[in-house]
């Protein structure tokens, strides 16, 4: 049974016994240079695990300078069957029609099936909207501009052998 080993420096590996074949996985955050990316790895391991089987397909296109839409086509979904939700910068979006009892069918060749279709949003992306018309529905997004942040770090100077040498330390405890 797989098992997984944070190290210090964050690197995920994920070793196999012997039976099973050795299998080791390395993030690609394992960089000493890379500090605080585990929510990015935890997200990005969150997208590899969901996996899409293509349905609906969707668009997703620049609007403007600071804007995003993502465009899903969703016929036969009324806005009652749809369910829009942002989860840690999640984006989900899910459609499940209602049958109708009433209905017999001599032929059903129109998906009418349910779906799960997530997005990855970057920090500070907003959902500002939503849309379903003709068929297709139009999420908007925001993106808002990110000025860049400069600061000044302010060294300390430890305190020399000068300073210290008349002080005297009691280690007997």
């Known amino acids: 049974m797989p098992f997984t080993r944070r190290c210090l420096r964050g690197p995920r590996q994920t070793a196999r016994s012997p039976e099973e074949g050795a299998v080791n996985r390395v993030s690609m955050f394992s960089s000493p240079f890379l500090l605080g990316f585990e929510q990015l790895e935890r997200s990005l391991d969150r997208l590899a695990k969901s996996g899409s089987d293509g349905y609906p397909p ?3 296109e620049k609007i403007g300078e600071a804007g995003l839409r993502i465009t899903l086509a969703v016929a036969g979904f009324s806005e009652g069957d749809l369910t829009i939700e ?11 029609q209602q049958e109708d009892p ?7 060749g129109i998906a009418g099936r349910q779906f799960h279709r997530t997005f990855m949003l970057a920090d500070g ?12 529905l139009a999420i908007d997004l925001a993106r808002p501009s990110v000025e860049p942040k400069v600061k ?3 060294i300390d100077t430890a305190p020399s052998a000068k300073t210290a040498r008349g002080k005297t330390i009691d280690v007997t405890g």
Not at 86 to 96: D, H, I, P, T
Not at 125 to 136: D, H, Q, R, S
């Open 102 to 108: 009433e209905r017999v069918y001599l032929h059903r």
């Open 58 to 60: 969707y668009n997703i």
């Open 86 to 96: 942002v989860v840690e910068n999640q984006l989900s979006v899910r459609g499940k």
């Open 125 to 136: 992306i907003e959902v500002t909207g939503a849309k379903l018309e003709n068929g297709l």
């Open 152 to 154: 000044t770090i302010r």
